[in-house]
């Protein structure tokens, strides 16, 4: 097998939201395209000519480029071919100055990122404390700090995209600062941690991979704040080619971008009865969510019910409130 495929079990996940209700797994040899690799866009996506490993259902590869939009399912030889996400892979072009980023956004995005920055410096005590850790000494610290706040975020719990908890992880993040290849930035508040960012470096691009907040200060747009003052760290640098937002879509993602390729997550799997079930089951269970999520927002009642699956009954109106459950 290539260098670039892993093998391992590979969860289907059936969701509802942001929350995951059963995800049965199988052996798949799968590989992501990074925006650093230069890989051309398949107008239509063919499976790979590697060979399947024993007990392997086939392969998964995510960010492929695409010409343009695809088919969910068709047949491809032996394999059916599962497009089961596309999307637009967003970056941010860091050979500028920040200043000229800025030039970007319209003067009333500018004004109001500016104005919740200050807010939330004053909230603070009158400055924006975020933090920058690059040596191996700093990030076995931002590593310490950084899991007391993923450890109580949505990311973690409900997807499983908290920053990992293991020496392994913690090992591979020193290893990785003894080469300068990665940052980790942190928002602090009162010298509490609100919000954290993980970010790798491969072949000069800095890579979007572990971020969350305390939901004590979501009213104040920590995520935002942080991003913001990462940027103004990141450009002064001048070491980086490209800010690689990774996969999938969201609005925070769309403010900062400069660009975006089209891109795809697509299965090519033994084309057997069991697999087909399973991606059309899949399919069949996605569309319900889609439409269960047009019915809600219809009567106002969306967003609500997304920040109770995130966060759960237990809640608070400011991080200075105590916890109350209703």
Not at 137 to 166: C, H, M, N, W
């Amino acid at each position: 097998m290539s260098a670039a495929w892993q093998y391992y079990r590979a969860p289907f996940k059936f969701m509802l939201s942001d929350k995951t209700l059963f995800a049965p797994s199988v052996w798949l040899q799968v590989r992501e395209i990074g925006l650093a690799e230069d890989a051309p866009p398949a107008p239509v996506p063919m499976p790979p000519d590697d060979p399947l490993l024993p007990k392997s259902e086939g392969f998964l590869i995510r960010s492929m480029r695409i010409t343009g939009e695809q088919p969910r399912t068709r047949d491809a030889g032996r394999f059916l071919c599962y497009v089961a996400a596309q999307y637009p892979r967003y970056f941010v072009d860091l050979t500028q100055t920040f200043e000229d980023y800025q030039a970007k956004f319209s003067s009333k995005t500018r004004s109001t990122i500016r104005r919740k920055v200050k807010r939330f410096a004053e909230h603070c005590g009158g400055q924006i404390d975020m933090r920058v850790y690059r040596s191996p000494e700093e990030i076995e610290e931002f590593f310490k700090v950084a899991r007391l706040v993923s450890a109580s975020t949505y990311q973690e719990r409900l997807l499983d995209a908290g920053l990992p908890d293991t020496e392994e992880f913690r090992e591979r993040l020193t290893r990785m600062a003894g080469d300068g290849q990665v940052r980790g930035y942190i928002l602090f508040c009162h010298g509490q941690p609100v919000s954290y960012l993980h970010c790798p470096v491969k072949d000069g691009v800095l890579v979007y991979q572990h971020l969350g907040y305390d939901a004590r200060y979501s009213q104040w747009s920590v995520g935002t704040i942080l991003q913001w003052s990462a940027f103004e760290s990141i450009f002064a640098e001048q070491r980086f080619r490209l800010f690689d937002f990774t996969e999938g879509q969201s609005e925070h993602k769309r403010l900062f971008a400069t660009g975006s390729v089209p891109c795809a997550n697509v299965y090519f799997l033994r084309n057997t009865v069991m697999n087909r079930l399973m991606v059309h089951g899949q399919l069949a269970f996605s569309s319900l969510s889609v439409a269960s999520g047009r019915l809600l927002e219809r009567f106002g009642a969306k967003s609500r019910v997304k920040k109770l699956l995130r966060f759960g009954y237990r809640f608070t109106t400011s991080p200075n409130a105590s916890r109350r459950t209703p």
